[in-house]
């Protein structure tokens, strides 16, 4: 099939998903009001890959039959390569402002990575789980599948073992697939994508087999409900809620009730070493996806506090300029992160698919020594730092500098409406004009400010930026088991014990 268009991605949410909001079971997306910005913004997605202009930069060949597809497919091993994936992620990134941190393409880059490890990992003890998987990257790739994910397991005691929660996990296996109970949290962008991955986020210990699992289906499929948060567009003009009724992607708790899972779309079924290796061993088109995202958030950002000092006369004030100073300066820093973190993803890709070939690897042995979240002991881990440790900790200074900008004009911010109003829409332009621009643009820009980081949306956002490559506190633990932590230690205890 190829790229599909806007109207192709709509058509096919209207599946009968068991889909629940705000305490209405919502059967068909495409009618659910406050979904239509979001679903809006994804169709315009897809539709530009049909935009003459962009077609070459946001796609490549595909190796099935020469149609375009999504250069978030592609498996990435040289710098050319690297260059074309960087191009259209930034490109697209862009277009929804670094806002959406589930766009198709994070899940095209996450098959992806699952593709490329498939033989070696998934494969190495059944073949057929390296085919399920390598096929289920085709499938996405060439019929352009809007897909999500869960995340957490749901913790109903976080002192007690994982056994003793209610994660999703195999209840019973028959000749044609598995059946699964139980839930995951946190499925972003579900309310409005084709496919749900479960994947394995979270290390498994001896015991848990039953809950070391890997699959992929379509989101209507039978035994599976999705029970969304309320959502944060509420009918509210752009003007109003300008990123709120745009780009709320939606976040949603998936339970399981005897779901029924053919083997086809099975990747990993009680295999304790594939499944804590799995993420382990991705190169990492995951990361550098995710680093272009936050790269592109932090440049629409410093654009916002720009355009604020600018409206409020302090753009030539030293202290302002300070301000935005610094986060010109992140910005540079994350451009040098985001090219860092391609030039390892496509080391890694290398030895990665050296590996497939490799009689003498075997997956068992390394797996106690290197295993790590979504990273590897003995390999570099700059993609994975930059989004632990350096966009967490942008965003919210970021966040920050923007109120010291905005200060009290972001709370005194009338609405659309009232500057229609005949009786006091000459009063809000002559009190409410900035010092380039009048009234009502004074207060569009303070909303887009408010929206950004203080309104309903932009608390969420924060909260998303804070632990979007997982709990702050295990990163800092997991990083702690490098080996540059000796390295460095030995440092130290070379100068003590010289004798001069």
Not at 103 to 124: E, R, S
Not at 151 to 175: F, H, M, T, W
Not at 457 to 486: C, N, S, V
Request: aromatic fraction near 10%.
């Amino acid at each position: 099939m190829g790229l599909k268009t806007g109207a192709q991605y709509r058509e096919l949410l209207n599946d009968g998903r068991a889909l629940y909001i705000g305490g209405e079971r919502v059967k068909n997306p495409n009618q659910y009001a406050p979904l239509q910005g979001i679903i809006k913004t994804i169709s315009e997605h897809y539709d530009d890959f049909h935009k003459p202009e962009l077609q070459a930069r946001y796609t490549y060949a595909s190796p099935a039959d020469g149609a375009p597809v999504s250069n978030s497919f592609l498996e990435a091993v040289t710098w050319e390569q690297m260059e074309q994936r960087i191009i259209g992620e930034t490109l697209r990134k862009e277009a929804t402002y670094g806002m959406m941190g589930r766009m198709p393409d994070f899940m095209n880059a996450f098959v992806t990575d699952l593709a490329v490890i498939a033989p070696h990992v998934l494969g190495h003890k059944d073949k057929t789980f390296a085919d399920n998987a390598i096929n289920y990257y085709q499938y996405c790739r060439d019929q352009d599948i809007c897909v999500t994910h869960t995340l957490a397991d749901p913790r109903k005691d976080y002192s007690k073992p994982l056994g003793e929660q209610n994660s999703v996990r195999i209840v019973r296996e028959a000749d044609d697939g598995i059946y699964v109970t139980g839930a995951r949290m946190l499925s972003t962008l579900a309310p409005v994508s084709h496919e749900l991955f479960v994947g394995p986020f979270m290390p498994r210990q001896p015991g848990e087999e039953a809950m070391a699992l890997c699959f992929a289906i379509p989101v209507a499929t039978a035994g599976v409900k999705f029970i969304s948060r309320e959502s944060y567009a509420r009918g509210r003009s752009t003007f109003d809620r300008p990123l709120s009724e745009r780009f709320d992607e939606g976040d949603s708790l998936v339970v399981f009730d005897n779901a029924f899972i053919p083997w086809e779309r099975v990747f990993i079924a009680g295999d304790l070493v594939a499944h804590n290796m799995l993420a382990a061993s991705f190169p990492g088109y995951l990361a550098l996806q995710a680093n272009i995202r936050g790269r592109a958030k932090l440049r629409f950002m410093i654009g916002l506090a720009v355009k604020m000092a600018k409206t409020l006369g302090r753009s030539e004030l030293p202290r302002y300029r300070e301000l935005i100073g610094e986060m010109l300066g992140f910005s540079e820093l994350a451009d040098g992160l985001v090219e860092a973190t391609a030039r390892e993803v496509q080391r890694n890709a290398v030895e990665e698919m050296a590996k497939q070939h490799d009689p003498n690897f075997n997956l068992v042995d390394v797996a106690k020594e290197t295993a790590m979240l979504f990273g590897s002991v003995d390999r570099g881990m700059v993609g994975l730092a930059s989004l632990r440790f350096f966009m967490p900790m942008v965003n919210t200074r970021v966040n920050e500098l923007i109120r010291l900008i905005g200060s009290s004009s972001m709370v005194i911010t009338t609405t659309e409406a009232d500057f229609a109003h005949p009786d006091i829409a000459d009063d809000l332009e002559k009190y409410m004009s900035g010092a380039e621009v009048g009234g009502k643009q004074r207060v569009q820009i303070m909303k887009l400010a408010w929206d950004a980081v203080a309104s309903e949306f932009g608390g969420r956002q924060e909260i998303y930026e804070i632990f979007f490559a997982g709990d702050p506190f295990m990163g800092r633990q997991l990083h702690y088991q490098t080996p540059k932590r000796d390295q460095f230690e030995a440092m130290v205890t070379e100068l003590l014990e010289k004798d001069d």
